[in-house]
T-cell receptor, first 113, second 114 residues
Framework: GDSVTQMEGPVTLSEEAFLTINCTYT??????LFWYVQYPGEGLQLLLK?????DKGSNKGFEATYRKETTSFHLEKGSVQVSDSAVYFC????????????FGKGTRLSVIA | GAGVSQSPSNKVTEKGKDVELRCDPI?????LYWYRQSLGQGLEFLIY????????KSGLPSDRFSAERTGGSVSTLTIQRTQQEDSAVYLC????????????FGNGTRLTVT
């Protein structure tokens, strides 16, 4: 079945450091890929998405590029802020029908001033 | 604006009791999803509804778990004879139901079985 593997946390960075959270997937066909973020005390919310190979999703300074050749969708940000501290979830949606999102286990990011 | 609302936000129950968790989706969202979030386990899919029907119940962990949705709106997740391993945060999400429509999540119900 479809699955998502993302790097285990927690990840602790200093403010203005470069962030990469790795995400790889296994799926049949051509899934859509997503990053969701869960800030402390809040529900999950969509951060960015890409629906086809080589698409780049971006939002709030975060970027991720859909790489079909490496089945990856790594999340990057050039300069993190304390307010980016959250749990980040990589997810995929099979395009074979209205199937539910498959999520990775989440990566907790802590940014310290 | 109104987002996805879940109640209660916290529930503590004794082992063996039944519990009912409620989800009010965003108005007009035809798809509704239940997930379970356990520490270190990520998000585990439980069940989803398209309208009032549930095409995929494959994630329900046992026959103690059931869910229904009425009027294409409110959904309830019922856990009978709760066990300690049922302790988790239960998340509800809704979407427009179109391909690639983003999911909008509620803040979850934290269930603790003692």
């Amino acid at each position: 079945g479809d699955s998502v593997t993302q790097m285990e946390g927690p990840v602790t960075l200093s403010e203005e450091a470069f962030l990469t959270i790795n995400c790889t997937y296994t799926a049949t066909g051509y899934p859509s890929l997503f990053w969701y973020v869960q800030y402390p005390g809040e529900g999950l919310q969509l951060l960015l998405k890409a629906t086809k190979a080589d698409d780049k999703g971006s939002n709030k300074g975060f970027e991720a590029t859909y790489r079909k050749e490496t089945t990856s969708f790594h999340l990057e940000k050039g300069s993190v802020q304390v307010s980016d501290s959250a749990v980040y979830f990589c997810a995929l949606s099979s395009n074979s029908g209205n199937t539910p999102l498959v999520f990775g286990k989440g990566t907790r990011l802590s940014v310290i001033a | 604006g109104a987002g996805v609302s879940q109640s209660p936000s916290n529930k503590v129950t004794e082992k063996g009791k039944d519990v009912e968790l409620r989800c009010d989706p965003i108005s007009g969202h035809t798809a509704l999803y239940w997930y379970r979030q356990s520490l270190g386990q990520g998000l585990e899919f439980l069940i989803y509804f398209q309208g009032n029907s549930a095409p995929d119940k494959s994630g329900l962990p046992s026959d103690r778990f059931s869910a229904e949705r009425t009027g294409g709106s409110v959904s309830t997740l019922t856990i009978q004879r709760t066990q300690q391993e049922d302790s988790a945060v239960y998340l509800c999400a809704s979407s427009l139901g179109n391909l690639n429509s983003p999911l909008h999540f509620g803040n979850g119900t934290r269930l603790t079985v003692t």
